[in-house]
T-cell receptor, first 109, second 111 residues
Framework: KNEVEQSPQNLTAQEGEFITINCSYS?????LHWLQQHPGGGIVSLFM???GKKKHGRLIATINIQEKHSSLHITASHPRDSAVYIC???????????FGKGTRLSVIA | ETGVTQSPTHLIKTRGQQVTLRCSSQ?????VSWYQQALGQGPQFIFQ???????GRGNFPPRFSGLQFPNYSSELNVNALELDDSALYLC??????????FGSGTRLTVV
């Protein structure tokens, strides 16, 4: 049983499309992270959310605590957005992150 | 931005050998976590250290061990390597309730 579920697993989009990646979790959390992983392996933290919505450039992340659901949106997608996007949650206290399996996004020019 | 450095970046070992992977965290990051990421999977929690004490462990056998040092660096040691230990090993650190900073990982291949 995976505590963090992401959908879709794989996504191919045309350049310029609006993209949504979803994350559902089953435990109470203190924070949810959206992460980006490129083929080399390194992970970059995009957002840390505990409520509401955050925006950074073309990226928007939302979270609904009651529904235990978060979405990552990419507006005007570009081939350089191609990466694996991972959702990870942390419960209260000094608990570690629990990761989803990731969504592999390919944006085609 | 990355204030977390992992070494080496790639490593090939033979089954049965031992390996030490290193992570240098940002100054002040007193919590460090290690994760194993198999190909096509999300990272799996190995263990976490807080102020040089292990304070959480995932479902990994005792041959996976670690240390955290006062200078915010840490190590992951794996004894008696098995083929299934081949993976990307990630280190992440944080302080307080701030977000995590991840290293670029060490890709370990066991042959």
């Amino acid at each position: 049983k995976n505590e963090v579920e992401q959908s879709p697993q794989n996504l191919t989009a045309q350049e310029g499309e609006f993209i949504t990646i979803n994350c559902s979790y089953s435990v109470g959390i203190s924070a949810l992270h959206w992460l980006q992983q490129h083929p080399g392996g390194g992970i970059v933290s995009l957002f840390m959310l505990s409520s509401g919505k955050k925006k950074h450039g073309r990226l928007i992340a939302t979270i609904n605590i009651q529904e235990k659901h978060s979405s990552l949106h990419i507006t005007a997608s570009h081939p350089r957005d191609s990466a694996v996007y991972i959702c990870a949650v942390r419960s209260a206290g000094n608990t570690p992150l629990v990761f989803g399996k990731g969504t592999r996004l390919s944006v085609i020019a | 931005e990355t204030g977390v450095t992992q070494s080496p970046t790639h490593l090939i070992k033979t089954r049965g050998q031992q390996v030490t992977l290193r992570c240098s965290s940002q100054s002040g990051h007193n919590t460090v976590s290690w994760y194993q990421q198999a190909l096509g999977q999300g990272p799996q929690f190995i263990f976490q250290y807080y102020r040089e004490e292990e304070n959480g462990r995932g479902n990994f056998p005792p041959r996976f061990s670690g240390l955290q040092f006062p200078n915010y660096s840490s190590e992951l040691n794996v004894n008696a390597l098995e083929l299934d230990d081949s993976a990307l090993y990630l280190c992440a650190s944080r302080t307080g309730n701030y977000g995590y900073t991840f290293g670029s990982g060490t890709r370990l291949t066991v042959v």
